[in-house]
């Protein structure tokens, strides 16, 4: 059982930045593969980034690519988003998720989840 706590969300202008956080429970969290999605209202969560369970290797959508750096400390439990360079359409609720397999996009086959942090990009 793995349990997540996202942090870091906030209102920035475009054009700024934010980092978000996601803790984690248990001493598996290193075998994980660890993705953040996001999700606006009336759709379904969509894919930004995921890394690998060692950290060493990442995969983004392309409206993040140049922009947003994810990256995973397994010493303590917590995975990262960097976003940079903020647009109005990236707000959303944001939400990190775990996933046993490496190198997919599919929400359904994430896991764990946390409860999700608001990034608001106002204009």
């Known amino acids: 059982q793995v349990q997540l706590v996202e942090s870091g969300g906030g209102t920035v202008q475009t054009g700024g930045s934010l980092r978000l956080s996601c803790g984690a429970s248990?001493?598996?969290?290193?075998?994980?593969?660890m993705g953040w999605f996001r999700q606006t209202p009336g759709k379904g969560r969509e894919f930004v980034a995921a890394?690998?369970?060692?950290?060493?290797?990442?995969y983004y959508t392309d409206s993040v690519k140049g922009r947003f750096t994810i990256s995973r400390d397994n010493a303590k439990n917590t995975v990262y988003l960097q976003m940079n360079n903020l647009k109005p359409e990236d707000t959303a609720v944001y939400y990190c998720?775990?996933?046993?397999?490496?190198?997919?996009?599919?929400?359904?086959?994430?896991?764990?989840w946390g409860q999700g942090t608001q990034v608001t990009v106002s204009s």
């Open positions: 248990g001493r598996t969290f290193r075998i994980y593969a």
């Open positions: 890394v690998s369970g060692g950290g060493s290797l990442t």
């Open positions: 998720a775990a996933c046993p397999r490496w190198r997919t996009t599919d929400s359904s086959d994430y896991v764990y």
